[in-house]
């Protein structure tokens, strides 16, 4: 009843609170000036990939992160201005904030779970005391989400999904929900204008590299083969050195990933609609016009993206401290489908916050963290199988 007014509250305070810290906290360096090092030698005319460095290492993030803090770069003095920088990133973090607030009102998401939004005290550090890019593309992949729940926009959420996935390539994990979603809506015609959009928008942003070095700039900015360290690892410290580096592992994590997408796409996710995966299949071959009859619901397509996204997370090889930005957001809505005991709801929340605030972690941090990510995704695809009416009595 009084959403709107707790928002507003809820993001006043978050505007101050953040301010106080970006004033009284520290800083502290980590990739930063690597970044700044990286677009500068874009901006001083290098375009072979393979030749653009920082100090934690080479440029391994698509063009249009170049685009975005070359933009940065020229604001803060090639970097140095490192407040502006903060200020910036405070703006990121509360517009991400409203993002997130109005698609829960619009999910009907209860106040005391979108009131997690502005608990997190790794979050606060991620955006304004770290400033990682993981912060910007975020904000894209949230207001294609925001896009996918209004039939008007939706045409447009391919480009917004794809503006992320320029600016770090975690965003690829809604890519699966995204498209289950476009066929449901718009069947194949939707789908492939989509598909289309964000293949020619990559292509776009990425011609200076592409003409000149394009074997450099596909292989470095689209790496799926890297190797994480395991010394910064916040999910998996407790298999072991050995096993974390083992391509046993990595296949493991792989065939789990994709049996759980398997899952989601054929039998949970056209179940929140009462339909089946052939249904919508055959459906997305008939007229507009009956399709149009059944467009997703907010709740329909924050399940499927925000648990698209989640299956990830959960088989990621590594989740480095940054990454907690990839999902933090997305957790009220999904304990909120768990359909969990309020209680039970809050002890996941709390029990993955205070993984992420163990620094370095281990053996039980990341355990805790394993276990919590894997109690939550069981209960989310069991009530995504009960039957719709008893879904929605619950």
């Known amino acids: 009843r009084f959403y709107l007014e707790a928002a507003v509250l809820l993001v006043a305070f978050e505007a101050a609170a953040t301010l106080a810290i970006v004033q009284r906290v520290n800083y502290t360096e980590i990739d930063w000036l690597a970044y700044m090092q990286e677009v500068a030698g874009v901006i001083a005319g290098e375009r072979n990939y393979t030749k653009l460095r920082g100090a934690t290492g080479p440029l391994v993030y698509p063009a249009g992160f170049v685009w975005i803090f070359g933009l940065l770069w020229q604001a803060t003095d090639g970097g140095q201005d490192i407040r502006l920088a903060q200020y910036v990133f405070l703006g990121i973090y509360v517009a991400t904030q409203v993002l997130l607030l109005a698609i829960y009102q619009k999910a009907r998401v209860p106040p005391v779970l979108a009131g997690l939004l ?8 991620i955006y304004v005391l770290r400033l990682f890019n993981d912060c910007v593309a975020m904000v894209f992949a949230y207001i294609a989400v925001l896009a996918m729940c209004d039939r008007r926009w939706m045409r447009w959420s391919g480009l917004l999904l794809s503006a992320g996935i320029a600016v770090k390539m975690n965003v690829v994990l809604m890519l699966p929900g995204a498209a289950f979603l476009w ?12 598909a289309a959009a964000v293949v020619a928008s990559q292509v776009a942003v990425a011609v200076p590299f592409l003409y000149e070095y394009p074997v450099e700039y596909v292989t470095r900015a689209f790496d799926l083969g890297r190797q994480f360290d395991f010394t910064w690892t916040v999910n998996w410290r407790f298999v072991g050195l050995s096993v974390f580096e083992s391509p046993q592992w990595a296949l493991a994590l792989v065939a789990t990933h994709a049996a759980l997408l398997a899952t989601l796409g054929l039998i949970l996710w056209p179940r929140l609609s009462g339909s089946t995966a052939w249904t919508i299949v055959k459906n997305g071959f008939l007229s507009k016009q009956l399709r149009t009859q059944a467009m997703p619901g907010t709740e329909e397509v924050l399940s499927v993206m925000f648990s698209a996204n989640f299956v990830g997370v959960v088989c990621a090889r590594s989740l480095h401290y940054q990454f907690y930005a990839w999902y933090f957001h997305t957790l009220p809505f999904l304990l909120h489908v768990s359909r969990l005991l309020l209680s039970a709801q809050l002890g996941v929340w709390v029990a993955i916050e205070y993984a992420w605030n163990i620094y370095p972690s281990t053996v039980f941090s990341s355990a805790l963290l394993a276990a919590a990510h894997i109690a939550l995704l069981a209960a989310i695809m069991r009530a995504m199988a009960l039957p719709r009416i008893k879904r929605k009595s619950q």
Not at 183 to 194: D, F
């Open 118 to 125: 502005v608990l997190s005290r790794r979050l606060h550090s």
């Open 183 to 194: 066929w449901r809506a718009g069947g194949w015609r939707l789908t492939l204008a989509q």
